[in-house]
Nanobody
């Protein structure tokens, strides 16, 4: 079982950038698809973006495409979410998640993920 810990959240202004990190332990992430989800206030958790085991395939929600980038460093057991041109509607708790049973595709349904971090708050002001 992999344990995930997110970091890097905070309060930023509209248009700013932020990079979130996800540190994994207990299992090498080279055997898992890794993704980021977010949960805005009063809303359901939603897929943001993810990356296949090798890193060759990425997938993004339309709302963040072109602004956010998911990357991974399997040697360091780390996953990152680079967020540029942040908007107030990006305000949410951001979660890192691991899917054990996928290889080259990146699922976007939360129930396909086997492990979750505790989340990190990102707040974007006007």
């Amino acid at each position: 079982q992999v344990q995930l810990v997110e970091s890097g959240g905070g309060l930023v202004q509209s248009g700013d950038s932020l990079r979130l990190s996800c540190a994994a332990s207990g299992r090498t992430i080279s055997t898992t698809v890794m993704s980021w989800f977010r949960q805005p206030p009063g809303k359901e958790r939603e897929f943001v973006g993810g990356i296949s085991r090798s890193g060759r395939t990425t997938s993004y929600a339309d709302s963040v495409k072109g602004r956010f980038t998911v990357s991974r460093d399997n040697a360091k057991n780390m996953v990152y979410l680079q967020m540029n041109s942040l908007r107030p509607e990006d305000t949410a708790v951001y979660y890192c998640a691991a899917a054990y049973y996928y290889i080259n595709s990146v699922p976007n349904a939360p129930n396909t993920y086997n492990a979750w971090g505790q989340g990190t708050q990102v707040t974007v002001s006007q």
